[in-house]
Nanobody
Framework: QVQLVESGGGLVQAGGSLRLSCAAS????????VSWYRQAPGKEREFVAI????????YYADSVKGRFTISRDNAVNTVYLQMNNLHPENTALYSC??????????????WGQGTQVTVSS
């Protein structure tokens, strides 16, 4: 079992920055692919970014490329999402997802409760 706790959300003005954290407990985090998703009111949840477990490759939704950066620190079992130049349309509940362990035959999906990001214009 993996427990995920997100933090770092809040209210920020357009053009501002926030850094979200996804802290994991329960199992070694390093063998999991970790993603960030977001869900705005009245909309479906959408993919934001992912960082892979082995190579640390990163992929982003087109809408956040060049503004958001996902990174991980396996020593502290935490994945980060640095969000710069925020837009009002980035307002959403941001949740992290862990999928793995990728080096096993039994992989599972885990979700955190999310952290709210609100961007004012």
């Amino acid at each position: 079992q993996v427990q995920l706790v997100e933090s770092g959300g809040g209210l920020v003005q357009a053009g501002g920055s926030l850094r979200l954290s996804c802290a994991a407990s329960g199992r070694t985090f390093s063998s999991y692919d970790v993603s960030w998703y977001r869900q705005a009111p009245g909309k479906e949840r959408e993919f934001v970014a992912i960082i892979t477990w082995k190579s640390g490759r990163t992929y982003y939704a087109d809408s956040v490329k060049g503004r958001f950066t996902i990174s991980r620190d396996n020593a502290v079992n935490t994945v980060y999402l640095q969000m710069n130049n925020l837009h009002p349309e980035n307002t959403a509940l941001y949740s992290c997802n862990a999928f793995g362990p990728r080096d096993s035959d039994s992989e599972s999906n885990y979700w955190g409760q999310g952290t709210q990001v609100t961007v004012s214009s």
